[in-house]
């Protein structure tokens, strides 16, 4: 079975960078037909898509975050990234890992992290 | 891209039925058959239960079903039972990624 699991600081600073890596187990991230996902909740609040990266390469971002983020993979390692850069309280959230077949839905997911943004 | 639109919070009695809608645009839910839904239990990671707008994954219940007209998709669960007592989220493809709702809190009396 697929297994995802999120790993990375779970407090930075204002201003600084998130950066989170999510290594993935019984599964390849160059298999075709799936997107490797970042989504969010902040506490007691509902999902937000953050972006994804097919496995051709292809990045999507949600537009909201663009400016500030970057979403790479490393084949070698099986595993992707998340860099959010310029952080602010508003990006204090559980961070999750999902795939998304077809970048369509989300069908395993990781347990998720919380990030807390604070000084 | 706007969060899609579901109501905060539904409830009803075990073995009652009830429908959460999920309403978007003609850019989103009303342009593409790709809608799927997400349970949620406190504390926990998200779990897909409908994709497609109608697919069920294996292992979830045919007590869930799922259909869309024009730019609202719905998720129906009948015969409730306690265990459905969670949050439920409806996402969207909208061509360069995805839109989540709200989420709506569903809560078997």
């Known amino acids: 079975q697929l297994q995802l699991q999120e790993s990375g600081s779970g407090l930075v600073k204002p201003s600084q960078t998130l950066s989170l890596t999510c290594t993935v187990s019984?599964?390849?991230?160059?298999?075709?037909?799936?997107?490797w996902s970042w989504i969010r909740q902040p506490p007691g609040k509902g999902l937000e898509w953050v972006g994804y990266?097919?496995?051709?390469?292809?990045?999507y971002y949600n537009p909201s975050l663009k400016s500030r983020l970057t979403i790479s993979a490393d084949r070698s390692k099986n595993h992707f990234s998340l860099q959010l850069s310029s952080v602010t309280a508003a990006d204090t959230a559980v961070y999750y890992c999902?795939?998304?077949?077809?970048?369509?839905?989300?069908?395993?997911w990781g347990q998720g992290t919380l990030v807390t943004v604070s000084s | 891209q706007s969060a899609l639109t579901q109501p905060a919070s539904v409830s009803g009695s075990p073995g009652q039925s009830i429908t959460i809608s999920c309403t978007g645009t003609?850019?989103?839910?009303?342009?593409?058959?790709?809608v799927s839904w997400y349970r949620q239990h406190p504390g926990r990671a998200p779990q897909l239960i409908l994709y497609?707008?109608?697919e069920r994954p294996s292992g979830v219940s045919h007590r869930l079903s799922g259909s869309k007209s024009g730019n609202t998709a719905s998720l129906t669960i009948s015969g409730l039972q306690a265990e459905d007592e969670a949050d439920y989220y409806c996402?969207?493809?909208?061509?360069?990624?995805?839109?989540f709702g709200g989420g709506t809190k569903l809560t078997v009396l």
């Open positions: 497609e707008v109608t």
């Open positions: 003609s850019s989103d839910v009303g342009n593409y058959d790709l």
């Open positions: 019984n599964g390849s991230i160059s298999s075709r037909g799936y997107a």
């Open positions: 996402c969207s493809f909208v061509g360069s990624g995805v839109v």
């Open positions: 990266i097919f496995h051709s390469g292809s990045i």
């Open positions: 999902a795939r998304a077949a077809d970048g369509d839905f989300f069908d395993s």
